[in-house]
């Protein structure tokens, strides 16, 4: 099984790359994602966490979901605020803010197209996983206030991250 990424991790930082194609390579990389994501006890996973820089999340908000190369089509002006955390960002959990509801066009691991309205908890699963597609992390979208002072753990994780590699 492959490790998430940490903080730190360059791959966390890139724009991924849209799937060309759903083949066998995909399908396993989409069981593995779903397997790393129950074992860590999370609700949504993006490749790139685990080192694969390709559009690709999973999520599981009480239905298990697959969303290949998602493009949020639609965000409320409507802001709600939410504690967050995330797998490549260990024990650090923080208020972030984000749309109540969104509209996500994805093709699913059969690749058939959807388009499917999130609200409230579920959207912000969504949200935080997209970000992870385009290398920004929760912690990026909290107040700089709050990062100075959770700065010490931050470097921490990064330094486990360099170890990591």
């Known amino acids: 099984m492959r490790k998430i990424r940490l903080l730190g991790d360059p791959v966390l930082r890139k724009k991924a790359k849209e799937v060309s194609q759903i083949d066998e390579y995909v399908l396993n990389l989409v069981k593995e994602m779903f397997e790393v994501m129950y074992a860590n006890d999370g609700i ?42 995330c797998l490549s960002v260990p024990e650090i959990f923080e208020n972030v803010e984000r749309s109540k509801e969104v509209i996500v066009k994805y093709r699913d691991e059969n690749n058939v197209e959807r388009e499917e309205k999130f609200v409230d908890y ?37 330094k486990r991250s360099v170890h990591q590699r």
């Open 44 to 85: 949504g996973l993006a490749a790139p966490q685990l080192g694969v820089s390709l559009r690709i999340i999973v999520m599981d908000d009480g239905k298990p979901r697959v969303m290949i190369n998602p493009q949020i089509v639609y965000k409320s002006e409507e802001k709600i605020v939410g504690e967050e955390g």
């Open 122 to 158: 579920s959207a912000r699963i969504v949200q935080h996983e997209y970000d992870h597609l385009d290398g920004i992390l929760f912690v990026d979208l909290i107040p700089a206030e709050r990062r100075a002072a959770i700065r010490e753990k931050l470097l921490d994780i990064v």
